[in-house]
């Protein structure tokens, strides 16, 4: 059949023109996740999470501290105790260090809300990869259909161009009317405006995907099916439920309010620490006055009353517990909803592309026979132009379809967080 051996062969000249080194899907979103700001931004949204959890363990360990001064002046003693004014270099210097010994439970709430804004961000970064693939996917299709559909167009228009030719020729020897050299004037315009049409379609795919990948599109080779999808509902939504990043991050969401409520509660009890204390003082009260200290001991702060502010903390963050929690259970509800479309999306476009494919073949069948027709003179050329358009329409939508069926299992693996 013409019109499948032309794809054929324009597939063909495609692979041979490509470079020594195809393009896979996967190596798309290789290079696209080494690329992409997206991930450069959650990569490190997750770096300054775990600094914040270094901080926060920080409360339980020691801290030593030194402190010193030095000066040049006069000290006029007044003749006190018979002592004459004298220029001296006061000096003073202390070194202490602290150990926490009951915070009561606000560094372990300050640990505990760290730890949950580095599993939110460990989800931000899983959800950010799983959806830039996807969109790979999605710009990666977009290319490799836009070629195919502009390659298709391209024949239509040399095949209209020749029907015209013929039905202008035709007209002047008087066997056919001006109709149909108007009507083939009217694909063959018909035919140049799809073309055109389809050739700004595949500058804007290709501006997205190199966008996303950082190169362009060059040397793209088919499209896979995309990951599998879990074979019932039921099981897709179990996985959701456990490994969503929208739910692991408002799961996290609520860990981290639950911790700061904690760390608020924590705020009514005292603090508790053992210290260690030296210092030495030189030239301080008078000429020559020497003194060294070293102390070790407990000190203890407890704040009982500040006018109502932490009494004021405990109730918004308790407020803020009780938002995450209502958080959580929408992003579970929508996350749901979310993996049914999706996961009867994966189901229906793999039919889709079944029948788009079979009505590619037939309407392929259907021009080879109304070709002969025309060429036998039992259609006119108009059939042929109808069945041109026809075939045409059909091989677009059978590799739209296919690009479909990939780019919805891919967006259904970024919701399952399996990909």
């Not at 080494?34 to 775990?50: C, G, I, L, R």
């Not at 239509?156 to 020897?173: C, D, G, H, N, W």
């Not at 599998?228 to 860990?255: F, R």
């Not at 079979?358 to 309407?363: G, L, S, T, V, W």
Request: charge should be neutral; hydrophobic fraction near 50%; aromatic fraction near 4%.
């Amino acid at each position: 059949m013409k019109l499948r051996r032309l794809i054929l062969l324009s597939t063909l000249a495609l692979a041979l023109a490509m470079p020594a080194q195809a393009v896979t899907l996967d190596e798309a979103i290789a290079a696209a996740l080494a690329h992409a700001p997206a991930v450069a931004a959650a990569d490190a949204d997750h770096d300054a999470a775990t600094a914040r959890l270094t901080q926060a363990q920080a409360g339980n360990r020691p801290t030593a501290s030194v402190r010193a001064s030095v000066g040049y002046g006069y000290l006029d003693t007044m003749n006190f105790f018979g002592m004459p004014g004298a220029t001296v270099t006061p000096i003073a210097a202390q070194a202490s260090i602290e150990q926490p010994l009951f915070t009561g439970g606000r560094v372990s709430a300050a640990n505990d809300r760290a730890r949950a804004g580095i599993a939110a961000t460990e989800a931000g970064r899983t959800a950010a990869r799983a959806e830039l693939a996807a969109d790979v996917a999605a710009a990666y299709g977009a290319v490799l259909t836009s070629d195919i559909v502009i390659s298709l167009y391209e024949h239509l228009v040399t095949q209209t161009a020749e029907i015209t030719r013929q039905a202008q020729q035709k007209f002047r020897v008087g066997e056919s009317p001006s109709t149909e050299v108007s009507q083939a004037q009217a694909r063959h315009a018909e035919a140049l405006g799809a073309l055109a049409q389809a050739r700004g379609a595949r500058a804007a795919a290709g501006a997205h995907y190199r966008n996303l990948v950082g190169v362009d599109p060059v040397g793209l080779t088919a499209l896979p099916a995309g990951p599998t999808a879990p074979a019932t509902l039921d099981a897709a939504v179990d996985i959701a439920a456990k490994n969503s990043p929208a739910v692991m991050q408002a799961q996290a969401a609520l860990a981290a309010a639950q911790a700061a409520a904690r760390g608020a509660k924590a705020d009514r009890l005292p603090t508790v620490g053992a210290f260690a204390e030296a210092s030495a003082i030189r030239d301080e009260f008078f000429p020559d006055y020497r003194a060294n200290a070293a102390t070790v001991g407990l000190r203890a702060n407890w704040q009982f009353y500040n006018g109502g502010r932490t009494e004021g903390r405990v109730a918004e963050t308790n407020a803020d517990v009780r938002a995450a929690e209502e958080r959580l259970r929408s992003a579970r509800a929508q996350i749901e909803e979310a993996v049914i479309a999706a996961w009867s999306g994966v189901q229906a476009t793999a039919l889709m592309a079944s029948a788009a494919a079979d009505q590619a073949r037939a309407a392929d069948a259907s021009l080879a026979s109304v070709r002969h027709e025309v060429r036998v003179g039992l259609k006119p050329q108009l059939d042929l132009l109808d069945a041109e358009r026809e075939a045409i329409a059909a091989a677009s939508n059978a590799a739209q379809a296919r690009a479909n069926r990939t780019v919805i299992a891919y967006r259904l693996g970024a919701l399952l967080g399996t990909y």
